[in-house]
């Protein structure tokens, strides 16, 4: 069966995350995310997906989590990162039609517009940045 590596940025700005809504299936709700390419290491898939989807720079502080599933048939790995930026200002690649920041107090609220499990998330962010 056909494997591919993805990583997943948890992008934090002061005391929200970052959000994107899809335009191509599934069509959802999602943090910076994409595949791994031949070569790269999982942090610096992250940057560059960071930065072509947003146009932001980040630090990476540590991966929180792994998720392992199938998606149309290809097993994929997810490596999630807890992420900080120091801008806001968001330049959308085209895979995106939308973005918003989201208080870490209303993650819970968007566990429904996402296929990942963000519920999690908020506990992880204020146990690592005191928040």
Not at 8 to 31: G, Q, T, Y
Request: net charge neutral.
């Amino acid at each position: 069966m056909k494997t591919k590596t993805s990583v997943v940025a948890i992008l934090i700005n002061n005391d929200k995350v970052l959000m994107m809504n899809r335009k191509n299936p599934p069509l959802v709700w999602c943090p910076p995310s994409g595949r791994v390419h031949i070569g790269e290491t999982l942090k610096e898939a992250l940057y560059r997906e960071v930065f072509e989807e947003t146009g932001l720079t980040c630090d990476i502080y540590k991966q929180v989590s792994k998720w392992k599933g199938k998606h149309e048939g290809i097993f994929i790995i997810s490596y999630i990162f807890l992420c900080k930026t120091n801008d806001n200002k968001v330049t959308l690649s085209d895979e995106h039609s939308e973005y918003k920041w989201i208080n870490i107090s209303d993650l819970s609220k968007w566990k429904d517009l996402t296929d990942i499990n963000i519920e999690e998330w908020a506990n992880i962010i204020r146990n690592e940045f005191k928040l």
